[in-house]
């Protein structure tokens, strides 16, 4: 039997022509939504090479351009080569990732995640079963659809390392919280009409270390003590954060009628602050020792919140600072920028408020229907639009003033994102890579 000779040089050409082939997986640039530091802030060096100019219809500055199948308003995250976010389709019953190289645009995966024979009917004309945003670790990649399921992606292969199927809400309006990532444990919350709750695992295995309950009043109970709507006044669509607040690591997470800090490591409720919002869907912030909260998408209210080591109990009455209660965000998260906090409604009325008193500085109006988050780009705000545009905006504490508006052809429902002085956008139809050309 004559047995194939192959020589050890080539053998190792062979080799590292393969692995050169594989793209990078880290480091990771854009780890979640919200950027690298949560608040939409685009590090110095890469806001000082993104284009203000681009346009889809003559190519100005877009790179490439690739068409997707499917829906989703899920943001990309970003580590190494690849760009990863998911999709599914628009009755519901599959659910994939994407994985696209983010230097040439090529689809290296598009992989089914989860198969559902039955998925609750949305009942609207905005949400998507394919919502909520993934996390990105160097080594994972997680993807959340609410109670269709979660997992643990590895982004060297696209292969799941494990899934969970078993933590079940019903959404009624389709799913919408994004999981974070703190320490070892991943965080999901559900908010639906039947149970409220938020729900700590593992990440590296997916068990379950912890389930909190929330304890809202949502007083909502009929005659009969059945909610009434079935319950719709007690969903949201909240991401939470973590931060450091009275000597503790305090999870800030939102529902419909109430504000919660959980104690991170365990999910003990350390304090509540009522309020009279539902349908919650924007993160929380932090400015030194003042909270930012929003609190839902009908008649909205944003709440400053002191910071001390006195937060135990319900300290609604003891710790709200101020209460604006017109012209606030319901789906595209407000971002601070030296002591100005700048949100716009859905309807794209902008505004601009001190945060330190909550005095409203000015207001002005966008087209458009708003639901990305804005970016900070240095001294400039990034806002888009259903219409594929996206606003310049700067960000000036003493009045409105448009720098720049440019077009792409498809609306934009997700946030974008940034790696190496390139802003990537996910609209309705295609991802694309826009930089200096």
């Known amino acids: 039997m004559t047995r194939p000779f192959f020589h050890t040089s080539a053998v190792l050409v062979l080799l590292s022509a393969f692995a050169g082939a594989q793209p990078a997986t880290k480091p990771v640039f854009w780890p979640t939504k919200g950027g690298p530091t949560g608040d939409g802030i685009v590090p110095a060096a890469d806001a000082a090479r993104i284009p203000l100019e681009w346009d889809g219809a003559s190519g100005k500055n877009i790179v490439w351009r690739t068409p997707l199948e499917d829906q989703g308003h899920s943001s990309p995250v970003i580590g190494g080569d690849m760009i990863w976010f998911t999709s599914a389709t628009e009755d519901g019953t599959k659910q ?27 009942g609207n004309p905005m949400n998507n079963y394919a919502a909520p945003s993934p996390v990105l670790e160097e080594d994972a990649l997680y993807v959340h659809f609410g109670t269709y399921g979660t997992a643990r992606i590895d982004p060297a292969t696209g ?27 991943i965080i999901l919350t559900f908010d639906g009409i039947d149970q409220q709750f938020v729900t700590a695992l593992e990440k590296k295995t997916g068990k379950s270390v912890w389930k909190t309950a929330r304890t809202t009043d949502y007083q909502d109970l009929d005659k009969d003590g059945h909610p009434t709507r079935d319950g719709d006044m007690r969903k949201a669509y909240h991401t939470p954060a973590v931060f450091q607040m009275g000597g503790q690591e305090v999870l800030v997470s939102i529902g419909s009628r109430a504000a919660f800090g959980y104690d991170v490591k365990t999910g003990k409720e350390l ?6 919002g539902f349908n919650a869907a924007i993160p929380p912030l932090r400015m030194g020792d003042m909270l930012i909260l929003n609190t839902g998408s009908e008649r909205a209210h944003t709440i400053c919140v002191r910071i001390d080591d006195k937060m135990q109990g319900d300290i609604t009455e003891s710790h709200v600072l101020w209460d604006r209660e017109k012209r606030n965000a319901s789906e595209a998260a407000p971002v601070i920028v030296n002591g ?36 900070i780009l240095g001294d400039k705000l990034l806002f888009s639009n259903d ?39 996910r609209t309705s139809g295609a991802l694309y890579k826009i930089a200096k050309k």
């Open 96 to 122: 994939f990732i994407y994985g696209i190289d983010r230097n040439d645009g090529k689809i290296v995966h598009h992989k089914l995640v989860f198969d559902n024979a039955a998925p609750e009917d949305l």
């Open 340 to 375: 100005t906090l700048f949100q716009t409604t859905r309807g794209g009325i902008v505004s601009a408020v001190d945060v330190k008193t909550g005095t409203d500085l000015w207001d002005d109006r966008m087209a458009g229907k708003h639901v990305p988050a804005p970016l």
């Open 271 to 276: 304090w509540t602050i009522r309020h009279g």
């Open 387 to 425: 219409r594929g545009e996206s606003y310049l905006i700067r960000a000036s504490a003493e009045k409105f003033e448009q720098v720049g508006m440019n077009q792409l052809a498809e609306p934009i429902s997700a946030s974008p994102a940034v790696a190496e002085g390139a802003l990537f956008m």
């Open 159 to 185: 292969e799941k390392a494990w899934e969970r199927r078993d933590i079940n809400v019903r959404h009624y309006r389709g799913p919408g919280s994004s999981p974070i990532v703190h320490g070892d444990l």
